[in-house]
C-alpha cells in the first residue's frame, strides 16, 4: 500500500493547513490511519489517529483541541486539520497504515506498530 501525504507548506503561526493523505491504487484497511510528524534532530511522535471505518479518533494530549483528523470515503482520503498553528508545529508530517496492534492506545501512538508510511510534507511555521 502506498500512501500519498500532501498539504504542507508555509503559514505563519495562527494560522491553518489541512494536511490529506490518500493511497494508491488501494483503499484503506478497516484499521486505523495515524498522523506523526518529525521535527528536525527529533524522534517521529504521534499526532492522531482515526480508525477507517469506526471513526474512532485518538489524538496526543497536548495538540487535542487544535488539530482535527477526518475521513472522507468518497475521496479515500484521511484529512489533519490543523489550527492555531505554532511554531512548535513545524516539522515533516506523516501518514501511516497497516497497525499490526491498535487495540492499546500505546500501540497506536508507537511508529513501530505501522507497516505503511507516507513520504511526508513539510509544514513550516513562522513568526
Known amino acids: 500500500v502506498q500512501l500519498q501525504a500532501s498539504g504542507g507548506g508555509l503559514m505563519q503561526a495562527g494560522g491553518s493547513l489541512r494536511l490529506s493523505c490518500t493511497t494508491s491504487?488501494?483503499?484503506?484497511?478497516?484499521?486505523?490511519v495515524a498522523w506523526f510528524r518529525q521535527a528536525t534532530g527529533e524522534e517521529r511522535e504521534f499526532v492522531a489517529c482515526?480508525?477507517?471505518?469506526?471513526?474512532?479518533?485518538f489524538y496526543e494530549d497536548s495538540l487535542k483541541g487544535r488539530f482535527i483528523i477526518s475521513t472522507d470515503h468518497t475521496r479515500n482520503t484521511v484529512y489533519l486539520q490543523m489550527n492555531s498553528l505554532k511554531l512548535d508545529d513545524t516539522a515533516v508530517y506523516y501518514c501511516?497504515?497497516?497497525?499490526?496492534?491498535?487495540?492499546?492506545?500505546?500501540?497506536?501512538?508507537?511508529?513501530?506498530?505501522?507497516?505503511?508510511w507516507g513520504q511526508g510534507t513539510q509544514v513550516t511555521v513562522s513568526s
Open positions: 501511516a497504515a497497516g497497525a499490526q496492534n491498535s487495540e492499546t492506545w500505546t500501540s497506536l501512538r508507537d511508529s513501530e506498530n505501522y507497516a505503511y
Open positions: 491504487g488501494r483503499t484503506f484497511s478497516s484499521g486505523p
Open positions: 482515526i480508525g477507517w471505518r469506526g471513526g474512532g479518533t
